[in-house]
């Protein structure tokens, strides 16, 4: 052999190595669960808040609905 074996700096690199995939894994974990909570706040908005934002618009045909002024 040319070299003494570097244990010390063998075991750093497994262990680089492994805290990369770790990482990895958590990082990808992370991303679906934001996935699966914007899928799950979309779900939640009820339709007639989309219904209401479109009733509020002017619509031929009928007048505007406007708050009596005081």
């Known amino acids: 052999m040319a070299f003494k074996p570097n244990y010390g700096r063998d075991r750093a690199e497994?262990?680089?190595?492994?805290?990369a995939r770790t990482e990895e894994k958590q990082r990808k974990?992370?991303?679906k669960t934001?996935?699966?909570k914007a899928k799950r706040a979309a779900?939640?908005?009820p339709p007639d808040d989309q219904q209401a934002d479109e009733s509020s618009e002017d619509l031929?045909?009928?007048p505007a609905i406007v708050p009596p002024a005081d």
Do not use: I, N, V
């Open 29 to 31: 974990k992370d991303e």
């Open 14 to 19: 497994r262990g680089r190595a492994a805290r």
């Open 60 to 62: 031929p045909g009928r």
């Open 43 to 45: 779900a939640a908005l």
């Open 34 to 36: 934001a996935l699966r």
